[in-house]
């Protein structure tokens, strides 16, 4: 069984922000909080502390809360892609990275999956795959700073 609870946070019209969190410790994560407003209101309800956040890419949609939630948690480490333009970023990661969250309850890979924007990164690991706007239930995301090769050769690495 996997440890690590992942909780769907809605946002927006039709978008979620994943929460982690496991048994006995306070602390979560979220990945890709566009809005912070939905984060807030959970953490506040449920009584968590939130220490780190994990960016895919730069889009606006999954960076947009970044700002507002450092200010709550200023303890919160902001992981996110080397090769894109996202600021706030505490620690910029390459492929094949490995970051230790949740007091070493759940440890991820980073999986460089340009395509929908040139720099996008992945996130997986304890059977979890976190791959923002690359791939989806019922599709793949669209292309937009990167190249089609690109994002035909990242769903193929996936
Ligand atoms: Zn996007």
Redesign the pocket.
Known sequence: MNPIDVIPLPAFDDNYIWLLRTEGTPDCVVVDPGDEDPVLAYLEAQDLQLTAMLIT???G??TGGVKALKQHWPRAVVYGPAHEPVSSLDRRLEDGAEISLLQGKMNLRVLDVPG??EG?IAYHGDGLLFC??TLFAGGC??V?SGTFEQLSDSLRRI
């Open positions: 890419h730069k889009h949609d999954h929908h924007t996008h923002g706007d995301g669209r937009f």
